[in-house]
């Protein structure tokens, strides 16, 4: 079931078309990766989805409701969102930063949190591996821990819709597969993932479908190894990859410049 639709999104930056009639319809339990070149309009695209900017053209659908007419509040419950490279700008604690995706459930830190949020904090901290961090102030953390805990804010929101910009890219290998685990296990309990990721390998690897955005429209759409076939990103990229099978995934690597 659609949870999450695009028809017809137009969207221009100072007079540049971004987007040109992108329609997408995103469903419930899948792990959808976004990918395409620098410019392309991924982050566009994401930021149209989680209702933060409005397109000059098309609408947006949530649950068959309009986006835009759902108060922001009520969206914040409905759809989490993690713009990319994400931080803060004052030294919170880590359970405090993570304890700030439950704002739109109504949670006030300036007191002790109810016991529903404060469950949902530490649920969220726990499948980072970031019980640790949660007594540490944030100024005092690497990049890659700081991307931890914001990407546990986003899952403290428990929002059915889940939108995550590059939330592997300041993380060492062993962490990024662990953030991409725990996206698709996310997918695999009933949410709506979208994640936008440079990494082929990932996307093709966790994504239970890939979308390929270049020059702001959507060239390929559909299973990993479809969407991520030689001839769409060969031309998207201006690259030639080269495909290889490792346990039964069809792994892509960009191999010599066109």
């Not at 899948?30 to 309009?41: D, E, S, Y």
């Not at 713009?83 to 949670?107: E, K, T």
């Not at 890659?144 to 590059?166: C, F, K, Q």
């Not at 390998?201 to 994504?207: D, H, V």
């Amino acid at each position: 079931m659609t949870v999450l639709a695009a028809r017809g999104l137009v969207c221009r930056r100072d007079d540049k078309l971004v987007l040109d009639g992108i329609d997408l319809d995103l469903t419930a339990g899948k792990l959808t990766a976004i990918v395409g070149p620098n410019g392309a309009g991924k982050t566009t695209l994401l930021r149209l989805l989680a209702g933060l900017d409005m397109p000059e053209v098309g609408r947006l659908e949530l649950d068959g409701e309009p986006l835009a007419s759902i108060p922001a509040r009520l969206r914040a419950v409905r759809v989490a969102y993690l713009a990319q490279a994400a931080n803060a700008y004052w030294p919170l604690s880590g359970h405090d930063l993570v304890a700030l995706g439950r704002l739109p459930h109504g949670a006030d830190l300036s007191r002790p949190l109810k016991p529903v949020d404060a469950q949902a904090v530490r649920r969220a901290l726990d499948r980072v591996r970031g019980l640790m961090l949660a007594d540490r102030t944030i100024d005092t953390l690497s990049q890659g821990e700081r991307a931890r805990l914001m990407l546990a804010r986003s899952l403290a929101t428990e929002a059915p819709v889940l939108l995550v910009d590059e939330p592997v890219a300041s993380l060492d290998p062993a962490y990024a597969l662990e953030a991409m685990a725990l996206l698709r296990d996310e997918a695999a309990a009933g949410v709506c993932v979208v994640v936008v990721l440079h990494d082929l390998g990932l996307a093709a690897r966790f994504a239970d479908r890939v979308v390929v955005v270049d020059e702001g429209k959507i060239v390929a759409d559909g299973l990993p190894e479809i969407a991520l076939a030689a001839e769409v990103i060969d031309a998207a990229y201006g690259v030639a990859f080269r495909h290889v099978r490792v346990e039964g995934v069809t792994l892509p690597i960009a191999w010599l410049q066109k």
